[in-house]
């Protein structure tokens, strides 16, 4: 498949979005002057049964490709979700969320698809599923005294129940958004500091979801993950969605911002003065 607008999304300038910003393609706005803001979004499919559940226990992200045909797709699907960043242009994740798909509408209305084709995922009781960056195959996870933001980067939905998380259950980000979470009239709680940062990162970072047994595990710790056999009967998959919000410096100022309305000689010979 041919990759010729790999990661090439525009920097929009407000008032010319329209759309939702392409994940695929990597494509930001300009929220605040000199600052890009991202918002990447995908999913996992889950379709195995419970007896291989021990081999589903980590999941890199699929970004769908725009390009909805399968069979004559230009661009593939991007089967992983990477936050770009640099040491001369670092991002800042400051927000992440994670919820398990449902059919909209739910009830039987008529709508299309006809039929469901998501399923609820199926799980060890009290075990968790986390969002946050890869540490090279494990998460970070959150620890309760974290001095890093990654409660920022991170996102974890309730507890499975009954063996399952039901459709629709999710969640947002562990600290919501990076700011003092305890102001009062007697200041500032210097133990919220954690809650308040971004979470930095100065090289391309993969997000990916992990089934964990608590939201300060730094191992894939839980038991694997999987559908039921009569929704695999039926053709439906459960599908972990998520998204991951950062922020990046501008790329440095060009000449090309500027050059054509600076004084140039208006013909051979001429002056600017």
Do not use: H
């Amino acid at each position: 498949m041919a990759t010729y607008k790999s990661e090439a999304g525009a920097i929009l300038q407000p008032g010319n979005q329209v759309n939702r910003l392409s994940s695929f393609n990597t494509e930001g706005v300009y929220g605040w002057p000199g600052v890009e803001a991202f918002e990447l979004i995908g999913y996992a499919k889950v379709s195995n049964l419970a007896a291989d559940k021990a081999s589903y226990k980590s999941f890199d992200l699929i970004v769908p490709s725009p390009d909805r045909r399968p069979d004559d797709r230009v661009r593939d699907n991007r089967t992983s979700l990477v936050v770009q960043a640099s040491a001369d242009r670092p991002a800042y994740i400051y927000g992440a969320s994670i919820a398990i798909a449902q059919d909209i509408p739910s009830g039987g209305e008529p709508s299309f698809p006809a039929s469901p084709v998501t399923a609820d995922l199926g799980g060890t009781t009290g075990e968790f599923l986390l969002l946050g960056p890869d540490n090279s195959g494990s998460p970070y996870g959150v620890p309760s005294t974290q001095a890093n933001g990654l409660a920022a980067a991170s996102a974890i939905p309730p507890a499975a129940a009954s063996s399952a998380w039901a459709q629709g259950v999710g969640d947002t980000t562990v600290a919501d958004l990076p700011f003092w979470t305890s102001v009062t009239t007697l200041g500032i709680d210097d133990q919220d500091a954690a809650n308040s940062m971004f979470y930095k990162v100065t090289a391309d970072t993969t997000m990916k979801v992990f089934n964990v047994n608590g939201v300060t595990s730094t191992t894939v710790d839980g038991d694997g993950v999987f559908i039921s056999s009569d929704d695999s009967d039926d053709g439906r998959a459960a599908y972990i969605i998520c998204r991951v919000n950062y922020l990046r410096p501008a790329a440095q100022v060009e000449w090309n911002s500027i050059q054509g309305m600076i004084d140039f000689a208006s013909q051979s010979g001429g002056k600017d003065d």
